[in-house]
C-alpha cells in the first residue's frame, strides 16, 4: 500500500549524524574540499557543465546518504551499497541526469527511486518541491526522516510502487527514474506536463538512458548513453514476465 510518510523518530544512521555534527569545522572543510574534487574531476572533467547542478553537487553532503562502511569512498566516480540490495548512483551519473531533466527554481519534480536521499535532496537544491517514490518500506521511512533532519521541507517521500508513478500530485514538471525497467511506464508519460522531460534508464541487464520529452503532439525520445542501474521492482518486474 502506498503512503506518505513523516519523521518519527531517529533512521539507522542517526548515530553518524550527530558525529557530524559534532565534527569539528575542519573536517567539514575536508567535506567540503572533497565534494569540489568531485565536481571537478568528475562532472566538469566530463560533460556536466550546468552551473546550477555544479552548485548543487558541491553543497550535497553524499558521505551523509550512505552507511557508514561506504563513507571512505564517498566520493569516488562510483555507485555504493545503501542496503537491500539498492545502491546510490555514482556522481557522474547523478549530475548528468539532473541535467538532462532542465531543473527550474519554480518546479514541481517526480523522482522514482528515492533510495538514500541524495537524489532528491540535489533536486531540492534546484527546484520548488520533489516528490520521490520508495518501495522499498524502511530505505523510504529512513531516507524521510534523514531528508527531514537536514532541513529539506520540499521534499516529500512517498512508500509505493514507484512503476505508477504518484498520480496524486501529477502532473510534473519532470520525473525522473533511478531504477531501470525493460520498457518505460505509460503511467510515468502520462504525468507530464505539456514541455515536461522524463529521464529514465531503460533495458534488462544494461539499459540505455532516454530522454522523453512531452510535446503537444505527443512524445519525443532522445537515447543519452549505456548504464547500468537496479531493476525497477514492483508491478514493472511482474509485467515483464
Partial sequence: MASDLTSNGHHDEAGHDRLEAAAPDSAEAEWAERRRQMVRAQLQGRDVTSKHVLEAMRKVPRHKFIPPDQIPYAYEDRPLSIGMGQT????????????????????????????????????????????????????????????????????????????????????????????????????????????????IPVGEYYQRLQIITRTHAGFVEESILDVRFVPMIGDADSLSR
Fill in 88 to 199: 546510490i548512483s555514482q556522481p557522474y551519473i547523478v549530475g548528468l541526469m539532473t541535467q538532462c531533466l532542465d531543473p527550474q527554481p519554480g518546479d514541481k519534480i517526480l523522482e522514482i527511486g528515492c533510495g538514500s536521499g541524495y537524489q532528491a535532496a540535489v533536486l531540492a537544491e534546484l527546484v520548488r518541491e520533489v516528490h520521490s517514490v520508495e518501495i522499498v518500506q524502511p530505505l523510504a521511512q529512513a531516507a524521510s526522516e534523514r531528508l527531514q533532519a537536514m532541513g529539506y521541507a520540499n521534499i516529500h517521500v512517498h512508500a509505493g510502487d514507484g512503476y505508477r508513478g504518484w498520480p496524486e500530485e501529477a502532473p510534473y514538471d519532470g520525473i525522473i527514474v533511478t531504477a531501470a525497467p525493460d520498457h518505460v511506464p505509460q503511467l510515468l508519460k502520462d504525468q507530464l506536463a505539456a514541455g515536461a522531460r522524463l529521464v
